[in-house]
């Protein structure tokens, strides 16, 4: 299908992060080429030194990141409209140092994800064998207890890719737990990443999947199209089928904008 005009890609990285190609300036003129109406980069926020640290950009790399996407603003002005994120990361005790990084510049849209349960980093290839060990269900309840924290702090506009610990397709028995996250998504006035990258990996399946799509939806919870792009040819990843997916549930599509959400 497609694209209606007025799009964005609100969920992509930088080189910064450590695993991902292509500079900001490429992701934008993909964006353009796309057709899309502007972008916001999400990079992989700085966290205390131990934690997960190959994964993300350092704290001492966090003024050249505002600084670059400053400059690619600068460079697509009148053509491509182009936004300062960040995507964070819950890990209970680190909420106070997420705090500093986030009063130190002003930002455009901020998404909270949940990359680790415990010590161990459940969207990571290298650890897959773990999934061996653990029964889904109490994963799932655990995964689904840090997202509620997530979207409590209060640090965040959207939740980033909802039902994840299903990327390499262990499915969640049942959906229940989820369903709590997004009553307290709803009650607090958050936003879900509709991240299009599920469908780059074996689940095949956006996050979220069609129906926590539905019942985001019934509860009046917004969609941020986000592709979480890690190369340039990835922007605007299967925009088609994800606002296929929206409206079949009924759905509305928002950016951020100086934490405000519009559309």
Request: glycine residues 10%; contains cysteine; negative net charge.
């Amino acid at each position: 299908m497609s694209l209606p005009s007025g799009l964005y890609d609100s969920h992509m990285h930088t080189p910064l992060c450590g695993h991902a190609t292509g500079h900001p300036r490429e992701y934008a003129q993909a964006a353009l080429d796309a057709g899309l109406a502007g972008l916001c980069f999400t990079d992989h926020m700085p966290m205390p030194a131990w934690y997960d640290a190959p994964w993300r950009m350092r704290l001492d790399q966090l003024s050249e990141y505002v600084d670059t996407v400053r400059e690619v603003q600068a460079e697509f002005a009148g053509r491509l409209d182009v936004r300062l994120g960040l995507e964070a990361d819950f890990h209970p005790g680190t909420e106070r140092f997420v705090e500093r990084v986030l009063a130190a510049h002003d930002w455009d849209y901020v998404i909270g994800s949940v990359h680790y349960l415990g010590a161990w980093g459940f969207d990571n290839p290298e650890f897959l064998a773990e999934y061996d060990d653990r029964d889904l269900g109490q994963l799932y309840r655990h995964y689904a207890a840090l997202v509620e924290g997530a979207a409590r702090t209060g640090l965040f506009d959207a939740i980033g890719h909802l039902d994840l610990p299903k990327k390499f397709g262990h499915r969640a028995p049942d959906d229940s737990a989820l369903l709590r996250v997004l009553d307290v998504v709803a009650g607090l006035g958050l936003a879900l990443d509709f991240n299009t990258a599920g469908w780059r990996k074996p689940v095949a399946e956006a996050y979220p999947s069609p129906e926590l799509t539905r019942e985001a939806t019934a509860r009046g919870i917004p969609f941020v199209l986000g592709s979480d792009a890690h190369a340039p040819g990835e922007v605007g990843f299967r925009f088609g089928d994800a606002l296929a997916q929206i409206t079949e549930a009924g759905g509305r599509v928002v950016t951020f904008q100086g934490r405000q959400a519009r559309g």
